[in-house]
């Protein structure tokens, strides 16, 4: 006689109305996905945060006090409120060399090594891979070359007995044999740093804008060509639009490091402080820091600066994204 099968009873079905799990569970998921994200980047903030943050807290803690020598000698700060504020905003040589050797000098430097970069993006984006990647290694030479090495370079090129330029305009019979010294002028002194920062920082524009020009699809550039647009227009109408990030980014970038300049300054003849009508935000805010001992207005002039290129990067950011939404 067979033996009886036993079976399990079935479990009851779950009542959609039926008890749900306990909130402090649901809560502590949540939780733990929201906090995970930052325990991850805990170790780079912190890193931020003592590398950049606590210095900058120690720049603006100083703009406010007059702390000179004697300060550091004895270690008790003299707070001064806003005064040091006060007497820069109301110094003739703000507003009538820094100001202007700061704004200018980055206005054409930014423009010039962003246009030279896109050409060389361009060119790049012509060439064979083999000849773009011989291309890139060489002008990634520039970029690769230090600051201060590639500044002497340049006075050398334009020393006022024994330079490139000086000989080969003396050559030319356009210059005596007593030279021309480029660097006491300010309009001649900035071309020369002009140059050195366009062709330091070409390198990296080009090879930003060559990743954004090969993203763009090859059908794009063959209807506009059908359409007849010209090599101009196809640039304008389809390139421009299609990377405007990439350039927006480059721009940022490029103006965030030429405002903030200072060993092509620094380094040239008469940059160090010796001649005033040259000097720019960064030496400027040094000069009166480290050889004036001015500490608290030097550190001014450092966050008056930073002021501005939050301001610069903030106006290129909301642009880029009235843009991006408009689209």
């Known amino acids: 006689m067979a033996k009886p099968v036993l079976t399990r009873p ?61 300060n550091v000698v004895s270690g008790q700060p003299d707070y001064n409120g806003l005064d040091n504020y006060v007497e820069l905003l109301t110094d003739p040589y703000l507003w009538t060399v820094a100001l202007p050797n700061t704004a200018v000098f980055a206005v054409f430097a930014v423009g010039g090594t962003v246009v030279l970069g896109t050409l060389i993006a361009l060119l790049l984006r012509s060439l064979s891979p083999l000849w773009r990647t011989v291309v890139t290694g060489c002008i990634m030479v520039a970029w690769a070359m230090p600051a201060v090495t590639s500044t002497y370079v340049w006075i050398w090129i334009f020393d006022v007995d024994r330079g490139l330029v000086f000989q080969a305009l003396h050559a030319l019979g356009l210059i005596g044999p007593e030279g021309f010294n480029w660097f006491t002028e300010r309009l001649t002194f900035y071309a020369i740093v002009t140059l050195n920062i366009v062709h330091h920082g070409f390198p990296f524009v080009a090879v930003t804008v060559l990743a954004g020009l090969l993203t763009i699809p090859r059908e794009l550039h063959e209807a506009a060509l059908l359409d007849g647009a010209n090599a101009w227009q196809r640039f304008w109408r389809v390139t421009v639009p299609t990377i405007r990030p990439v350039f927006a980014v480059v721009t940022i970038l490029s103006t965030i490091w030429d405002f903030k300049v200072f060993a092509q300054v620094y380094l040239m003849p008469g940059g160090a402080g010796s001649n005033a009508e040259v000097l720019n935000f960064g030496v400027w805010s040094y000069v009166r820091s480290f050889s004036q001992q001015s500490y608290g207005l030097g550190s001014a002039i450092a966050v008056l600066l930073t002021l501005m290129l939050l301001a610069i990067t903030i106006v290129y950011l909301r642009a880029l994204f009235r843009d991006e939404e408009l689209r």
Do not use: E, H, K, N
Not at 37 to 52: D, E, K, M, S, T
């Open 10 to 70: 079935a479990a009851p079905a779950a009542d959609p109305g039926g008890p749900r799990p306990a909130p402090s569970r649901r809560l502590s998921a949540r939780t733990r996905r929201l906090v995970r994200p930052w325990v991850l980047l805990a170790p780079a903030l912190l890193a931020i945060g003592v590398l950049l943050m606590y210095p900058l807290a120690r720049v603006v803690w100083l703009s406010f006090q007059d702390y000179g020598l004697d």
